[in-house]
């Protein structure tokens, strides 16, 4: 496994062992708000915040919170966030892209070049990363959905591009625009997905020795644990003795 999936299924993982889900449903719940404030609070009329509802609810996110994040875009004075992108390098050279959703800029640049100058990592300029990366959808299951060759089929029929599947779970790729209704399809067939959302999928990947994951796993965490940080891909490669240090 690689970039996107490994990372998330770590982050998964300690986030059941950490009690996040609370910072988890916080985080989807931000881009509920600002989803619909956005556009119009009518998922059917707005693909974004029917992305960021599916997203929510593969997370198993209670229909009263995602109610209540519909209902604070139409409140008068709320809070309004910005969206950010940030880029840069971590240890190896590897490739990340940080993702927020703040109501200061400054504080969230400074916070998130801070985590990556602690961990030898730097921001560089905008789209000095992205370009390495694809943006595409990608919807999650776990191992139990079927085997290999049976989630493939099932891919291809609901209008897939790619499937990545290993003895932990299978993710499957669409284009982005198309993400809702290869996800229904897919749920039709194999059951509630894990997750379903638009990501950075990494062209190619950096392999790390175990020194350097390790150095670069404990940023990406870092980051991930940032109130305003949304979402991190990278393009790496460690080996399964890092990834069972870091589940330690």
């Known amino acids: 496994m690689a970039g996107h999936s490994k990372f998330k299924n770590i982050m998964h993982r300690k986030g059941a062992q950490d009690k996040k ?17 956005m556009g119009t609070p009518d998922p059917d009329m707005n ?24 209902k ?21 050279g590897v490739g990340v892209i940080v993702e927020a959703l703040t109501d200061n800029r400054n504080r969230t640049a400074g916070e998130v ?17 992205s370009c390495i990366f694809d943006r ?7 191992a139990e959905a079927g085997s290999a060759d049976e989630v493939f089929e ?20 669409c284009d982005a625009e ?3 209704d290869v996800a229904k399809a897919l749920e039709a067939t194999l059951g509630a997905p894990t997750s379903a959302a638009i990501i950075w999928r990494p062209q190619n990947t950096i392999e790390l020795d175990d020194a350097a994951g390790e150095t670069l796993l404990k940023m990406l965490e870092a980051l991930e644990d940032s ?12 080996s399964d003795a890092v990834i069972e240090k870091m589940d330690a």
């Open 21 to 37: 889900r609370g910072k988890i449903f916080s985080k989807l719940g931000k881009e509920i708000t600002v989803a619909a404030k």
């Open 47 to 70: 693909p974004r915040l029917r992305t960021a509802i599916q997203a929510a609810k593969a997370q198993n996110m209670p229909n009263a919170n995602i109610d209540r994040a519909i």
């Open 72 to 92: 604070r875009s139409q409140e008068a004075g709320g809070e309004n966030y910005e969206e950010v992108r940030y880029e840069g390098f971590g240890t190896g």
């Open 113 to 129: 070049r801070s985590i990556m100058s602690k961990h030898g990592g730097n921001l560089g300029e905008t789209g000095a990363v």
């Open 136 to 142: 595409v959808g990608a919807v999650e299951f776990g």
């Open 154 to 173: 099932a891919a291809i029929e609901a209008g897939a591009e790619d499937v990545d599947s290993s003895d932990e779970g299978h993710t499957i790729y």
């Open 178 to 180: 198309a993400l809702h």
């Open 227 to 238: 109130d305003d940080v949304q979402s991190v891909y990278a393009n790496f490669e460690v």
